[in-house]
């Protein structure tokens, strides 16, 4: 099945900064979503775009998908220190768009 | 908001005893999937269901089973626990596109 992979594993940066994660995934898709999650607790979603979109924007995220190159990447802007936590992408598996795949996550850690 | 509850948040069970792991949502929801997710492997899909008594298989269902007798609840079971089955199980539910996931039942088989 399809899966999305996100890179890099691990990322590391200040306050302030911006953080960028990518997404590759194998086949066509209907849509593509990022969840994050905090440690050992469950994933929350953040924001989906549609196979007919480029990209989305929602508070300080910003998401972009490139079908061509079946890719997305996630960037939030200034980070937080709350923003630490694992990022998941996620892309559905049956035509319906609903049953989801995801990788195996980018963890994010942002000092202070 | 929409909640989704697993019934235990740890649980230690015996090799070969069955377990069931419940899960239940509050906003009528028609999906429901259990996923089992551990370290370097990421989340992988066990099963889904689109309605009552309707159920597919994710990607590794061997050595699981489901019951969904009524819409809001969705139960995975362990047949006979394994201790490679020890893993952290997160539930999770949606509409159409988007999920909402439980904090997950921490699942140790020893």
């Given at each position: 099945?399809?899966?999305?992979?996100?890179?890099?594993?691990?990322?590391?940066?200040?306050?302030?900064?911006?953080?960028?994660?990518?997404?590759s995934?194998k086949?066509?898709?209907n849509?593509?979503?990022?969840?994050?999650q905090?440690s050992?607790r469950?994933?929350?979603?953040?924001i989906?775009?549609?196979?007919?979109?480029?990209?989305k924007?929602?508070?300080?995220?910003?998401v972009?998908?490139?079908?061509?190159?079946?890719?997305?990447?996630?960037?939030?802007?200034?980070s937080?220190?709350?923003?630490?936590a694992?990022?998941f992408c996620?892309?559905a598996?049956?035509q319906?768009?609903?049953?989801?795949?995801?990788?195996?996550?980018?963890?994010?850690?942002?000092?202070? | 908001?929409v909640?989704v509850t697993?019934?235990?948040?740890?649980?230690?069970?015996?090799?070969?005893?069955?377990?069931?792991l419940?899960?239940v949502?509050?906003?009528?929801?028609?999906?429901?999937?259990?996923?089992?997710?551990?370290?370097?492997?990421?989340?992988?899909?066990?099963?889904?269901?689109?309605?009552?008594k309707?159920?597919?298989?994710?990607?590794?269902?061997e050595?699981?089973?489901v019951?969904?007798?009524?819409k809001?609840?969705?139960?995975l079971i362990?047949?006979s626990?394994?201790?490679?089955q020890?893993?952290?199980?997160?539930?999770?539910?949606?509409?159409l596109?988007?999920?909402?996931?439980g904090?997950?039942?921490?699942?140790?088989?020893?």
């Amino acid at each position: 099945s399809q899966q999305g992979e996100e890179d890099p594993q691990a990322l590391s940066i200040q306050e302030g900064e911006n953080a960028t994660m990518n997404c590759s995934y194998k086949t066509s898709i209907n849509n593509l979503q990022w969840y994050r999650q905090n440690s050992g607790r469950g994933l929350v979603h953040l924001i989906l775009i549609r196979s007919n979109e480029r990209e989305k924007h929602s508070g300080r995220l910003r998401v972009t998908l490139d079908t061509s190159k079946k890719s997305s990447s996630l960037l939030i802007t200034a980070s937080r220190a709350a923003d630490t936590a694992s990022y998941f992408c996620a892309t559905a598996v049956n035509q319906a768009g609903t049953a989801l795949i995801f990788g195996k996550g980018t963890t994010l850690s942002v000092s202070s | 908001d929409v909640k989704v509850t697993q019934s235990s948040r740890y649980l230690v069970k015996r090799t070969g005893e069955k377990v069931f792991l419940e899960c239940v949502q509050d906003m009528d929801h028609e999906n429901m999937f259990w996923y089992r997710q551990d370290p370097g492997l990421g989340l992988r899909l066990i099963y889904f269901s689109y309605d009552v008594k309707m159920k597919e298989k994710g990607d590794i269902p061997e050595g699981y089973s489901v019951s969904r007798e009524k819409k809001e609840r969705f139960s995975l079971i362990l047949e006979s626990a394994s201790t490679n089955q020890t893993s952290m199980y997160l539930c999770a539910s949606s509409l159409l596109y988007g999920y909402t996931f439980g904090s997950g039942t921490r699942l140790t088989v020893v």
